[in-house]
């Protein structure tokens, strides 16, 4: 019971002892507790986490008010609360920092109090009354150890579901520059130097290809946290459950949250290890990886104007200098770099949190919550405006490309079948040492007839797989000459 004093405070006791607390929030004495006890970051919990919770906490609810655990009238205050909380309506009672006590003790207490205040609120009580208990009645058959995994990954299938078409239109984005662009011819380049030709919409349609494939793998990762532990208990032996809890709690949040989930073969299993977080932070963190490739390319292929690549020309989207007038820098494949540097940083914080488990339990959830959780939102948010400011809105410099198409030293590979290997490389450093292009000296050399020339070094020829032009008969001549 609490009491309500002058200056609009209440008094709540646990076990510890008694404390007051301002008399209208819906936390209670535990979440106080916590505030004081991690001042850490000033940052509090997604906003999915949240919601995940408030459905885990209905359809815990509704399987123990169906199996007559918990009466109907507080039963239905309670789901009424949940569904409140998942809706958003309470978040700014979520007050607990995202770096914590082990295991999100503090969080989920937190979540029982502010449930078990507005249901009996709905009862008719007061704040602080708790004739909804958070323990006794929203916690019933539940503890932190089974609870925290289940809201965690049901927070991050959630999370994952807004990632998933960004990420296709970053490609459907790529593969609309490659249509765009297949005509035009540009130099190819290995080792940061010239290599032979290649059309610039065939590196666009790869850059589709990688952002594709890390999203298939994103998805098959994803499917490990499909399977929960809900019903567990302390330590997965499923201790003060019922026997029936555990299958209905499962299928009520299946339902309620519109997600394929069931339950864990192996209740220990998802206790002790949380692998399925791991899956996902490491496929988060290959995408960040392809993503940082891409931005890269498109900073050097935009490089310039005048003395870079100038290549491509991205959005001008804000000046880019304090003291260079007219300098437009390429702010989102670096905004594209940063957010995908915080996820690698992210997916390590993960990595050891995950391998911290100890025995029956992994206390080291909460950083794993907070930080995959952030990793998907602002992977999210800045694939977004990657594609619509910067990708979609890429446009060539057609000259530029075919200069370097003509002029890549590179052009001399197409001749090995007809001169061999050796001879075309001297042709190459010819090129290189007098700057005159390989088509030039070849034709000096009359290695080739003109007709042959323009066959065999044509740029357009040389970016898709081509049968050699009578090869061998043409380096027999060759020799006897």
Not at 273 to 286: C, E
Request: net charge neutral; proline share 4%.
């Amino acid at each position: 019971m609490a009491t309500a004093t002058a200056n609009r405070m209440r008094t709540e006791k646990d076990s510890i002892g008694s404390k007051e607390i301002p008399a209208g929030v819906y936390y209670g004495i535990q979440t106080a507790r916590a505030v004081e006890n991690y001042p850490i970051s000033g940052m509090r919990a997604h906003p999915t986490l949240i919601r995940a919770f408030g459905m885990v906490k209905q359809a815990a609810a509704e399987a123990n008010r169906d199996l007559g655990l918990v009466d109907e009238k507080r039963a239905n205050a309670i789901i009424q609360a949940a569904q409140e909380v998942q809706e958003g309506r309470w978040n700014d009672q979520f007050v607990v920092d995202v770096f914590q006590a082990g295991a999100g003790v503090s969080f989920h207490m937190n979540s029982n109090e502010v449930i078990a205040n507005r249901a009996t609120e709905v009862n008719g009580g007061g704040l602080g009354e708790y004739s909804v208990h958070p323990n006794d009645h929203v916690n019933y058959g539940q503890s932190t150890n089974d609870v925290f995994p289940t809201g965690m990954r049901l927070a991050t299938l959630l999370e994952l579901e807004k990632l998933y078409p960004v990420l296709e239109r970053l490609a459907s984005a790529c593969d609309a520059k490659a249509k765009e662009f297949w005509q035009v011819l540009k130099s190819g380049r290995t080792h940061m130097q010239d290599a032979v030709p290649m059309r610039l919409g065939q590196e666009f349609a790869a850059y589709a290809g990688a952002v594709r494939r890390a999203a298939q793998q994103l998805r098959q990762s994803s499917e490990l946290l499909r399977e929960l532990g809900l019903g567990g208990s302390a330590v997965g032996t499923g201790i003060n459950t019922h026997p029936d809890y555990r299958e209905k709690a499962v299928a009520h949040l299946a339902r309620i949250s519109g997600q394929k989930l069931t339950p864990v073969d192996d209740m220990r299993y998802a206790m002790q290890s949380n692998l399925a977080m791991a899956a996902v932070s490491s496929a988060l963190r290959n995408l960040a990886l392809e993503i940082i490739r891409i931005s890269n390319d498109l900073r050097l292929l935009s490089s310039g104007p005048n003395t870079g690549f100038a290549e491509i020309n991205l959005p001008a989207l804000q000046p880019g200098s304090s003291i260079m007038p007219g300098k437009i820098n390429p702010v989102m494949p670096e905004l594209a770099a940063m957010v995908s540097f915080q996820v690698i940083g992210n997916d390590l914080a993960v990595a050891m949190a995950v391998q911290a488990g100890q025995l029956e339990l992994n206390v080291m959830m909460p950083t794993m919550a907070y930080s995959v959780l952030q990793s998907i939102t602002i992977l999210t948010n800045m694939l977004r405006q990657f594609t619509e400011r910067c990708v979609s809105g890429i446009t060539v410099s057609e000259g530029r490309c075919s200069q370097y198409a003509q002029s890549t030293v590179s052009l001399a590979t197409a001749l090995n079948p007809y001169i061999g290997y050796a001879k075309a490389a001297e042709i190459a450093k010819e090129s290189v040492k007098t700057g005159r292009s390989i088509i030039e000296i070849a034709r000096d050399k009359k290695l080739l007839s003109e007709k042959e020339i323009a066959e065999i070094l044509d740029p357009v020829r040389m970016t898709e797989p081509q049968r050699p032009l009578d090869a061998a008969q043409k380096r027999e001549e060759i020799k006897a000459k």
